[in-house]
Nanobody, 120 residues
Framework: QVQLVESGGGLVQAGGFLGLSCAAS????????MGWYRQAPGKQRELVAT???????NYADAVKGRFTISRDNAKKTVYLQMNSLKPEDSAVYYC??????????????WGQGTQVTVSS
């Protein structure tokens, strides 16, 4: 019943910027950590950034200083602001959330993924 819907992907030039968003919906009682992951063809899915319910964030070294993760608890939405994009940032980006519903304990949910392509 819980669903994460991502938006904001697209094609941008190197050095450009792009913002992603992911809204959670359903019978949600509580959301703890939310995060963004990405996966390029032939590569493992990797952590991009996470943010706790209290606003504490963590970033992969490859994106530190360029990406910013944030969330709006009232809107049950997590955002990823990506600046100074590089071709190596090209990947399918997935959002995730640890969600407690009214009938289940916390478990991880995933968005459908959104394509980000950075041209050189």
């Amino acid at each position: 019943q819980v669903q994460l819907v991502e938006s904001g992907g697209g094609l941008v030039q190197a050095g450009g910027f792009l913002g992603l968003s992911c809204a959670a919906s359903g019978s949600i009682q509580s959301i703890s950590t939310m995060g963004w992951y990405r996966q390029a063809p032939g590569k493992q899915r990797e952590l991009v950034a996470t943010i706790t319910s209290g606003g504490s964030s963590n970033y992969a070294d490859a994106v530190k200083g360029r990406f910013t993760i944030s969330r709006d608890n009232a809107k049950k939405t997590v955002y990823l602001q990506m600046n100074s994009l590089k071709p190596e940032d090209s990947a399918v980006y997935y959002c995730s959330a640890s969600v407690k519903t009214f009938v289940t304990w916390f478990r991880d949910y995933w968005g459908q993924g959104t394509q980000v392509t950075v041209s050189s």
